[in-house]
């Protein structure tokens, strides 16, 4: 029986997603994979466990490691990094289903009701079609991973898996709470009994603390206070649970959800969890399923702001499992009525990956469904702009601007259309106005660079190319344009180091090799019929 469950549940999946293997790089794809010279090897390993700082995976090397060898077996052909999330998304439907089928009385089929419903329901495509989502994926996968090695009595192997889930996520540092929730719950456990395993896995909050300390996510969590940031939290949760029952409208950015009390939501939230932690003092099972949702949402969904993203549908990819698995036993009586849910949603998922077809498909039902969100409109334009629009890029900034008055990321996108229009000057006016917002832009500072060295400003050039490497420098790119004004000025030395270090950081990077080449024959007082200006 167990092996054609199983079957079921990978082949559910392979379904639900079957379409979503050729979705382009989106958003922070281009940071994290695309742009990031350090998944172009796998030796030393801490090349490749490494990440650009303030990118998706820095301070997650798991996850880094994970892109290193997607990179390693398939270059950036999109088709093998879908492949991969796929994978784990089907892998955390299989340790759903072993923890479900293995918990007192629930039984082999609510655990494939509640596994299948929950992977093929469409609340979770984010996570799975946005590539660096993975991030959650890995999360998710160490965390049920932790919980089924715990319920099987592997316990070397569930600290071991906990371990490796903290460098994937911040959200891991729950796993060991869920798992004696698990044990007083459903095993009458108490940490006393285990005392040897339950230090072992709170000692691996460690690890985290150590990943943390290495890589601070401080833009993420920008100026906004806690207290507002967590009144704030109410709405969104109460959003993200109809969101579950119905999932729709499904939107990629929440930009511009509204800061503040939702007092009709907020009541209906602290009821909840009142009964949540009522039912976990009775070790109801319902209680497990409360703490569940909630203590996974925590740490993004409380006091600790996240100030570039108030809401995110991709939190709910394992907190959704609670509300998944609740309605499954509400319909246990039935034995084949979760279908009626599965087959549906499954089709929804479907449907949804559609929009992931290309960057300006999902940016244009974002903005269609929240026209009011600024960001959106501007990555809408950048994907206009990517795709030969330019005019019509240069207009979505400008519809930004109009919502959000100096927003530097708007500045900074329409200084980029401008300049691939040739029109420098008005460029140089808007990466100008960037940084007056945000100086410690490593971008703006690096175009403002490129278009000072077109207008023949050649010391300005040198001055912003390099404050742009300072603050990105693992730039094989800005390296090179940096060494090229260098070149220009006749400082070869300087150029030089820049070109070497570029070689060091992508040795196969063609632009960076050739401009090494040329300088060194300029060094040694040969001079090729080439420019090192690109």
């Known amino acids: 029986m167990r092996n054609w469950m199983a079957a079921v549940i990978v082949a559910a999946g392979i379904v639900a997603y079957h379409n979503s293997l050729t979705g382009p790089f989106i958003f922070d794809d281009f940071n994290a994979i695309v742009d990031n010279p350090h ?69 082999a089929w609510l655990a494939l009701a509640g596994a299948t419903t929950w992977l093929v329901h469409p609340l979770a495509t984010e996570t799975v079609n946005y590539i660096i989502q993975r991030t959650e994926l890995l999360m998710a996968f160490f965390l049920l991973l932790t919980l089924y090695c715990f319920i099987r009595g592997w316990l070397v192997a569930s600290v071991a898996a906990c371990a490796v889930g903290m460098g994937c996520k911040e959200v891991m540092v729950v796993a060991p709470v869920l798992v004696w929730l698990y044990d007083r719950t459903f095993l009458n456990g108490t940490i006393r009994q285990r005392a040897g395993y339950y230090a072992a896995l709170a000692g691996t909050w460690l690890v985290l603390a150590a990943w943390m300390a290495h890589a601070p996510r401080a833009e993420s969590l920008g100026t906004m206070r806690p207290v507002d940031y967590a009144l704030t939290q109410f709405g969104v949760i109460l959003h993200y649970l109809r969101l579950a029952v119905w999932p729709a409208p499904l939107v990629v950015d929440y930009y511009d959800w509204p800061v503040g009390l939702n007092l009709p939501a907020t009541l209906v939230i602290i009821a909840l969890v009142a009964g949540t932690v009522w039912a976990v003092w009775r070790r109801s099972w319902l209680g497990f399923a409360g703490a569940w949702f909630f203590v996974i949402l925590a740490p993004s969904s409380s006091v600790v702001p996240i100030a570039t993203e108030l809401a995110a549908e991709r939190r709910m990819y394992l907190p959704l499992a609670a509300v998944v698995t609740v309605a499954v036993v509400a319909l246990r009586r039935w034995r084949w009525a979760w279908m009626a849910l599965a087959v549906p949603l499954a089709v929804a998922t479907i449907q949804r990956n559609e929009t992931y077809r290309s960057e300006a498909g999902i ?43 100096g927003y530097d990321y708007a500045h900074y996108n329409l200084g980029v259309a401008l300049a691939l229009q040739g029109r420098l000057a008005e460029a140089r006016a808007e990466f100008e106005a960037a940084l007056r917002q945000a100086p410690g832009s490593a971008p703006a500072h690096l175009n403002l660079g490129r278009v000072l060295a077109q207008l023949g400003d050649l010391d300005g050039a040198v001055r912003e190319l390099g404050r742009g490497v300072r603050l990105l420098p693992g730039d094989v790119e800005a390296r090179c344009d940096y060494g090229s004004a260098l070149a220009q000025q006749g400082r070869l030395a300087a150029a030089l180091a820049q070109f070497r270090e570029a070689v060091r950081l992508d040795p196969r990077h063609e632009k960076a090799r050739r401009l090494l080449e040329l300088t060194r024959h300029r060094v040694a007082g040969y001079v090729p019929p080439h420019s090192t200006k690109e």
């Open 39 to 107: 998944i172009r090897r796998l030796w030393p390993v801490t090349e490749a466990l490494a990440a650009p700082p303030q990118s998706t995976v820095d301070g997650r090397p798991v996850v880094a490691l994970s892109l290193a060898l997607n990179y390693a077996l398939g270059g950036l052909h999109v088709t093998g990094y879908h492949l991969f999330n796929l994978a784990v998304h089907i892998g955390c439907g299989l340790l759903l289903f072993g923890i479900v089928r293995r918990t007192r009385d629930a039984g």
């Open 363 to 405: 940016l244009a039902d974002t903005v269609a469904k929240r026209p009011g969100n600024a960001r959106a409109q501007v990555n809408l334009g950048v994907a206009l702009v990517k795709a030969g629009r330019v005019e019509e890029g240069i207009a979505q900034c400008r519809a930004a601007l109009r919502i959000k008055p």
